[in-house]
């Protein structure tokens, strides 16, 4: 019935946040996190119209003190009580099911169904294990995370679409997509760093590729992406981010692209279009504020060696522009960047 086509193997990496006190008087958390993971997936044609794709990974995350002195509460010298590193250890196991069938010579349509399964980030993980009793501007004490387990986020995803050679230059491609996630990790990049776990997030939209090709070296494309969220379950006292949706979630993302693909040279220019953002801020209130929508431009150009190796030089914000996708944070300016790569 199904002949194997691949089979993906393994992989394992480990991380740590460690802050050093400035002082031999001053304790700070300090903390460790491995994390492995472990994978398999298997493609198979069923006959000449159906392809399958089944996978399977397994995550492990083990995190805790790095540090003997980051095992207990202490009190620093200004007299913040910082609560001790905990020991922590959580696993999933995440299927995936894709299925391809092609309608015609024209047109190709596709379904995907995932179990989603995110392990708390280091920041994450610092900043609840730092603040788990929780923090709420005027408040003292209350329920927002405190004595409870940060928890991995768990869901479901699910994509479906269709991709049409409208003529032998134009090719189109559009997908619908839908995450539910359970346990959402709510989680503030600012002062005092709320993040805990929520009941629920959701994320959808849809995805519209388009892609012209000039000739047989070179292409023009432009793509779409239209973006929704929702979150249920933030604490009603929490006022350190959006109640209802995510913050900084754009509706809108455009990429307007050039492609020139001549032996050995590869040259790509793209014009990304990212729609305006809101959040709550300053935190603590009920006031909400709108980041304005940008663009920037990004080029680069690559050179193969020969077949196995080749060198890419890129210059991500060409044009320097100054933007923000959080309040506070201004992103880099230009950036160049130099890559070299080797088939081993």
């Known amino acids: 019935m199904a002949m194997v086509q691949n089979l993906k193997g393994c992989g394992y990496k480990s991380g740590w946040y460690k802050i050093r006190p400035s002082k031999a008087s001053d304790i ?27 996978g399977l990974r397994y995550d492990k995350i083990d995190a805790g003190p790095d540090d003997p002195r980051a095992a207990a509460p202490n009190t620093t010298p200004s007299g913040q009580v910082v609560p001790k590193i905990i020991d922590y250890s959580e696993s999933g196991l995440s299927p995936k099911f894709n299925f391809s069938f092609r309608n015609n010579e024209e047109t190709t349509t596709f379904l995907s169904i995932s179990r989603l399964w995110r392990a708390p980030s280091m920041p994450e993980f610092y900043w609840w294990s730092n603040n788990r009793q929780g923090y709420i501007p005027g408040h003292t004490a209350n329920t927002l995370g405190k004595d409870t387990m940060l928890k991995a986020e768990k869901g479901w995803g699910y994509e479906i679409g269709v991709e049409k050679k409208v003529s032998p230059a134009f090719t189109a491609k559009l997908t619908g997509y839908y995450q539910d996630i359970d346990d959402y990790i709510n989680f503030t990049h600012k002062y005092p760093f709320s993040c805990y776990n929520i009941s629920n997030a959701k994320i959808w939209g849809f995805e519209w590729e388009n892609t012209y090709k ?131």
């Open 28 to 54: 700070y958390p300090s903390q460790k996190a491995d994390l492995f993971g472990l994978y398999v997936e298997d493609t198979w044609k069923l006959n000449n119209r159906w392809t399958g794709n089944i």
């Open 214 to 344: 000039l000739n047989n070296i070179a292409e023009v494309y432009l793509n779409y992406t239209n973006l929704h969220t929702k979150k249920e379950g933030v604490n009603r006292a929490d006022r350190l981010g959006l109640q209802g949706t995510l913050d900084y979630s754009p509706r809108h993302k455009v990429s307007l692209g050039y492609t020139y693909d001549s032996r050995p040279w590869l040259l790509n220019y793209s014009m990304d279009y990212t729609s305006d953002q809101t959040a709550n801020f300053p935190y603590g209130t009920v006031d909400v504020i709108r980041l304005g929508g940008y663009v920037v431009h990004n080029i680069s150009a690559t050179r193969n060696l020969n077949e196995d190796s080749s060198i890419t030089l890129s210059i991500a914000n060409l044009l320097d522009k100054e933007y923000s996708e959080q309040n506070g944070y201004p992103m880099q300016g230009r950036i160049f960047s130099a890559d070299y790569r080797h088939k081993l």
